[in-house]
């Protein structure tokens, strides 16, 4: 893979829009990090207050998203919301990729019997549609963040697999993996040393932006009441406390809707980017004098 | 004694069909190959697309087990090899292929690419970067060129980065299939020469896998013509040029454009070649021979025409 | 008659700029043939593509003009642009099996064609055009290969094919654009006699692009050798490769295998093709050229007319009195 540097100026130059896409993630992750220490009103965030008096205050200098029914800072939700949705986006991603990627990869590589029977197993979790497995396992498992992660994760691994299995299956035809075998390099080495890294770009793009996928889908799960603890600032679960006052007090339902919609797209802006720097071939299409034929 | 001797090799694919993979039928691409390289020789294996000669290429290197035949290097069949016997073969034959943006990984630095095969057999103590450094400077790079990727660089350069990935475990045997075929003449002409050089350097022995004849007159010993998983014509090189007999090797000259004023029989095939699923009985090039006769429905033999030369029609 | 005059053609890309073609002119009249020859990076392809009014949307040809019986096709609006392709120029490509779409037969390609280039609204004329263009092109069983689809083809068989299809609107100029390369050498010359034929019997002007100068020896009348984008040498095919006037030509015929030569070294041309962005000042040949002068790392070679032909090389502008 070329140079961590040189791959971000690549991003860079590439276009103004793939800045964005990176500006908003590393924003998303940086106050998901640190939200504990930086949010105005630390106890409103945790959900630990009820403050009667300030109910239902719209957006002030004091309140930037204005307040919510028991008189919590939304801005202070919102923010600590970052943290919750940044776990359950690399925690999702991170457990489906962790099942995915070696199921799909020994399938692809391995092939024969074992690799039919894992793709098989994987095409019975691809036949429910996602959302209604993810659904039926978080009701089952009950609430909570981690059984939400878990709920996710289950639902979706079986896409990596899929798309890794089948990237698989053609790079370990290209010559390159020829060449390694004419080293005498053992299966394990050619695997891991060169068709997984040449596999990996789709899963890559693909994982960057079910990252935003994951924050939406885990915010469906708490408005349908299956996601998260309630109590928790999860962003999808904001939006349903603030859905019952949306008439008189919009605010509350409208800002952890925007931080959603804003970081699905920078995530989106960023796999799409990363589509392009990733692929070895792209890069020198644009970089070559092949145009000139 | 050779290095290599191919005896009789036979690779069928099977060809299948249908839910269950009932196999209906077989695809001949080798079907009785046999010839021998010896020290320090260039063999070169000439055909079109269809002709067998990658695929024996293939056997040879043990990418494909072959369905029958024996391969010798250096007296051992090939085929038998295992462990540490095979990492010994290994060692000794190496390959040049056609396009080296598709054989050198993509995501490994020029220096990791060449330096790969010592650390797989990291038995001496010797300095790697140095031997990397080395050889760049034998096939004609610049050291900075280690710093970058395949995709970087031109291809003739990249081809240059994937001969000193071959050759830096000192093999014995090159099996080069169509290694400049991908490459500009004015570049072509410059890796034909470093061949001819590291030949000469490192004793060397070629097998050269191509479809162009004006090649093979430049670099190799001996040439054998193979059509349809057969070889019809084996001579060495000089007595090729200077007496070409069978059919299929004058069409293969006659196609070679500005051959106009040529010496030898000018000859035009019929048609296109046909599939090696089902190739035509007797000799098989007879449906598209021009000088094809009665006789030509019986398989012809390859027989000795005359001292080194042996060819495989009815006509001789 | 096909006319280019001081065509520039450039690229605009994310990289920068990259200056393809520069400077180009030649004539080419029916029924006669110009080879094009350069390695990649020439820009052959790109010229090739300006020819047949087909250019990629980032290419813009800055300078110059290509004329077909008069019109100039760079000024034509992307309506006209349609309407011209095909049925005054039309173009060939390496690849056949790219320019055919996998899911309708021969057939049905030829037939969409005759429709829309040549207007016949009856299925049975269309069809029957596309029997005759199959026809002329050799083919044979052409009513089999009509109802057949493009994977049922060999290599071969489709190359004849996408010529048929080129020819079916009665274009004034043909361009062929390395149709040979993909195809077994035993099959390479059936096509290079088709072509030659084809433009003999239609009154075609021929423009054949390839990298191979052998080939170009057995098609055309005329020579065209490009080198980094610039016309290096523009003549009869016999002078040029008989007697090359430019170092460039000279060294491209040493380095070719030759089956009446060998064995033993080949004489290569020294170093690689520049980099079309930073292409060397002066001649852009200088770098490698055996015959350099201090005054071509200074100054840009204008084509010159010498010995029934054009080329652009300092050492015949006169300041050497023309010697070698």
């Known amino acids: 893979m070329a140079s961590a540097s040189s791959q971000v100026l690549w991003l860079i130059r590439r276009s103004k829009l793939s800045l964005v896409g990176l500006f908003i993630v590393a924003g998303f992750v940086v106050t998901g990090i640190l939200a504990p220490f930086i949010v105005p009103y630390p106890e409103d965030a945790r959900g630990e207050t009820y403050n009667i008096e300030e109910r239902f205050q719209p957006p002030s200098w004091e309140h930037p998203f204005g307040t919510d029914e028991y008189g919590r800072d939304v801005f202070s939700r919102v923010l600590m919301g970052a943290r919750y949705s940044l776990i359950i986006a690399v925690g999702v991603v991170g457990l489906a990729l962790l099942i995915g990627i070696p199921v799909g990869l020994v399938a692809g590589y391995v092939g024969g019997r074992v690799g039919s029977m894992l793709m098989r197993v994987t095409d019975m979790f691809l036949a429910f549609p996602p959302l209604l497995l993810a659904i039926a396992l978080a009701a089952t498992l009950g609430r909570g963040l981690f059984n939400t992660i878990i709920a996710l994760s289950i639902s979706w691994w079986p896409w990596y697999a899929r798309l890794l299995y089948v990237r698989v299956t053609s790079v370990k035809n290209m010559p390159f993996v020829d060449s390694a075998r004419l080293l005498g390099l053992g299966r394990l080495a050619i695997m891991f040393r060169h068709v997984l890294p040449n596999s990996l770009t789709p899963v890559t793009v693909q994982a960057a932006l079910d990252m935003g996928s994951a924050i939406l889908e885990a915010a469906g799960l708490s408005f349908l009441g299956v996601g998260v603890d309630p109590s928790t600032p999860e962003w999808g679960l904001l939006v349903t406390e603030g859905w019952a006052s949306i008439s008189s007090a919009w605010w509350i339902s409208l800002f952890p809707g925007l931080a959603i919609l804003v970081t699905v797209l920078g995530f989106n802006l960023l796999a799409d980017a990363l589509r392009e720097s990733l692929d070895p071939r792209i890069r020198r299409i644009a970089l070559t004098r092949r145009i000139l034929g | ?316 | 008659m096909l006319e280019v005059r001081g065509l520039h053609v450039s690229y605009y890309t994310l990289g920068g700029v990259i200056r393809a073609v520069r400077g180009v002119s030649f004539r080419v009249s029916p029924g006669k043939g110009l080879c094009i020859v350069g390695e990649s990076g020439s820009g052959k392809t790109t010229l090739g593509l300006a020819i047949a009014g087909a250019l990629p949307p980032n290419a813009r040809a800055s300078r110059g003009s290509v004329r077909i019986d008069g019109a100039n096709i760079l000024e034509l609006g992307p309506e006209d642009l349609e309407r011209v392709r095909g049925s005054l120029v039309s173009m060939v490509f390496q690849d056949p099996a790219a320019s055919f779409n996998p899911l309708f037969t021969i057939g049905q390609t030829l037939g969409d064609i005759a429709r829309h280039k040549l207007g016949l609204a009856e299925r049975s004329e269309a069809r029957e055009a596309a029997l005759a263009a199959l026809r002329r092109v050799g083919m044979p069983d052409p009513e089999r290969v009509l109802d057949a689809y493009p994977h049922e083809l060999s290599g071969g068989m489709l190359q004849r094919v996408a010529i048929a299809a080129a020819i079916l609107p009665r274009p004034k100029v043909l361009v062929a654009d390395e149709p040979t390369t993909m195809l077994d050498v035993t099959l390479q010359y059936q096509i290079l006699k088709l072509l030659n034929r084809l433009k003999e019997t239609l009154g075609l002007a021929l423009v054949f692009i390839t990298h191979n100068l052998g080939i170009a020896a057995e098609v055309c009348e005329d020579i065209l050798v490009l080198y980094a984008g610039h016309m290096v040498e523009l003549g009869p095919t016999d002078k040029v490769l008989e007697e090359p006037l430019h170092p460039y030509t000279q060294a491209l015929i040493e380095c070719i295998p030759r089956i009446d030569r060998g064995p033993g070294r080949l004489k290569p041309i020294p170093g690689s093709m520049p980099d079309p962005r930073r292409l060397p000042g002066g001649c852009v040949f200088h770098p490698r050229c055996p015959h350099v002068m201090d005054i071509c790392r200074e100054r840009d070679p204008r084509p010159v007319a010498l010995d029934k032909r054009v080329v652009s090389c300092l050492l015949y502008n006169g300041e050497k009195g023309g010697a070698r």
């Open chain 2, 1 to 316: 004694m050779s290095l290599l001797d191919v005896r009789g090799l036979v690779k069928y694919f099977p060809v299948r069909k249908g839910v269950f993979g009932r196999v209906v039928g077989y695809v001949k691409a080798v079907d009785g190959v046999s010839f021998s390289i010896g020290e320090n020789e260039v063999f070169a294996l000439v055909g079109e697309s269809g002709s067998g000669k990658t695929t024996t290429a293939r056997c040879i290197l043990r990418l494909i087990e072959p369905t029958r035949g024996e391969i010798l290097f250096m007296g051992r069949d090939v085929t038998k090899l295992k462990g540490r016997e095979l990492k010994w073969y290994r060692r000794n034959v190496q390959a040049v292929f056609q396009n080296p943006f598709l054989s050198l990984n993509p995501r490994m630095k020029v220096k990791d690419l060449v330096a790969e095969p010592l650390k797989v057999y990291r038995d001496q103590a010797q300095d790697v970067e140095r031997a990397v450094e080395e050889h760049l400077e034998m096939v004609g790079l610049p050291r900075e060129v280690g710093e970058r990727y395949p995709l970087e660089l031109s291809g003739g350069q990249a081809q240059r980065v994937a001969i000193a990935k071959a050759i830096i475990l000192r093999p014995r045997l090159v099996v080069l299939d169509e290694p400049t075929s991908a490459l500009d003449v004015s570049v072509q002409a410059q890796i034909l020469n470093l061949f001819l050089d590291l030949k000469k350097e490192l004793k060397l022995s070629y097998l050269l896998i191509t479809h162009d004849l004006s090649v093979v007159k430049y670099v190799s010993d001996w040439v054998a013509v193979m059509y349809l998983g057969r070889i019809v014509e084996l001579a060495r090189t000089e007595e090729l040029f200077e007496n070409p007999l069978h059919p299929y090797t004058l069409a293969l000259l006659s196609s070679i454009p500005g051959t106009k004023k040529a010496k030898w029989k000018r000859i035009e095939l019929a048609g296109e070649p046909p599939s090696a699923l089902n190739p035509p009985k007797g000799c098989r090039l007879r449906p598209r021979c021009p000088l094809a006769f009665e006789k030509c429905h019986e398989e012809p033999q390859l027989v000795e025409y005359s001292k080194e030369h042996w060819v495989s029609c009815w006509l001789y």
